[in-house]
């Protein structure tokens, strides 16, 4: 990809073509959810993050939790590889038992809290990519104010219930047939 504001950036090619639609007059902000969502989950690293979330799962669902349940899952965090999502949700899982949150209930509100924290993380990275873009003149200022207005916009539309489903069914493609290429005479932005 040898065009966009983000031409130059160590990013890989789903998030500069999300970078292109942020200053594309051409691309609506469903399409820019779509194409955001597909990079996070791209970025999710699904092969390290489900067998920890069955583990999680299946020890969370015993009839019988331990008095402290909480050093029994920091072992299963431990045996499992650190991605950052592993980390945001040890901290949000933890934290939920603290709070006195039900076994059954403290996944599902951990991870609901870790798509939230990852939608905010994400935004924010992409607002740091646009002010590089600025700074390099690959962006003029008039499309850093649009990409940044945009990508404000676009993480403020991405539904963090969407992103727990793709986590949880650990489905990459989730979002492919969204970001799909329109066909046909009908069909395009609207």
């Not at 292109?20 to 399409?31: C, F, G, I, K």
């Not at 045996?79 to 040890?90: E, G, I, R, V, Y």
């Given at each position: 990809?040898?065009?966009?504001?983000?031409?130059?950036?160590?990013?890989?090619?789903?998030?500069?073509?999300?970078?292109?639609?942020?200053?594309?007059?051409?691309?609506?902000?469903?399409?820019?959810?779509?194409?955001?969502?597909?990079?996070?989950?791209?970025?999710?690293?699904?092969?390290?993050?489900?067998?920890?979330?069955?583990e999680l799962k299946a020890h969370l669902e015993r009839?019988?939790?331990?008095?402290?349940?909480?050093?029994?899952?920091?072992?299963?965090?431990?045996?499992?590889?650190?991605?950052?999502?592993?980390?945001?949700?040890?901290?949000?899982?933890?934290?939920?038992?603290?709070?006195?949150?039900?076994?059954?209930?403290?996944?599902?509100?951990?991870?609901?809290?870790?798509?939230?924290?990852?939608?905010?993380?994400?935004?924010?990275?992409?607002?740091?990519?646009?002010?590089?873009?600025?700074?390099?003149?690959?962006?003029?200022?008039?499309?850093?104010?649009?990409?940044?207005?945009?990508?404000?916009?676009?993480?403020?539309?991405?539904?963090?219930?969407?992103?727990?489903?793709?986590?949880?069914?650990?489905?990459?493609?989730?979002?492919?047939?969204?970001?799909?290429?329109?066909?046909?005479?009908?069909?395009?932005?609207?």
């Amino acid at each position: 990809m040898t065009d966009g504001p983000f031409r130059n950036a160590k990013l890989p090619s789903c998030w500069k073509r999300y970078g292109q639609q942020l200053v594309s007059d051409a691309a609506s902000q469903e399409e820019r959810v779509a194409q955001a969502c597909l990079s996070m989950i791209g970025d999710a690293e699904m092969e390290t993050f489900n067998p920890l979330l069955r583990e999680l799962k299946a020890h969370l669902e015993r009839r019988q939790m331990d008095l402290d349940p909480i050093p029994a899952l920091e072992t299963i965090f431990e045996n499992h590889s650190t991605a950052t999502l592993a980390d945001a949700l040890q901290r949000h899982l933890i934290a939920n038992f603290g709070d006195q949150v039900s076994p059954e209930n403290a996944l599902d509100k951990a991870l609901e809290s870790t798509a939230r924290e990852w939608i905010g993380t994400t935004k924010n990275r992409i607002d740091e990519e646009c002010i590089r873009a600025r700074e390099l003149g690959d962006m003029s200022r008039e499309d850093y104010q649009t990409g940044i207005d945009r990508n404000r916009e676009t993480f403020s539309a991405i539904k963090s219930s969407d992103l727990c489903d793709a986590l949880v069914t650990g489905n990459k493609r989730a979002f492919k047939q969204a970001v799909q290429k329109k066909d046909g005479v009908d069909e395009g932005p609207e």
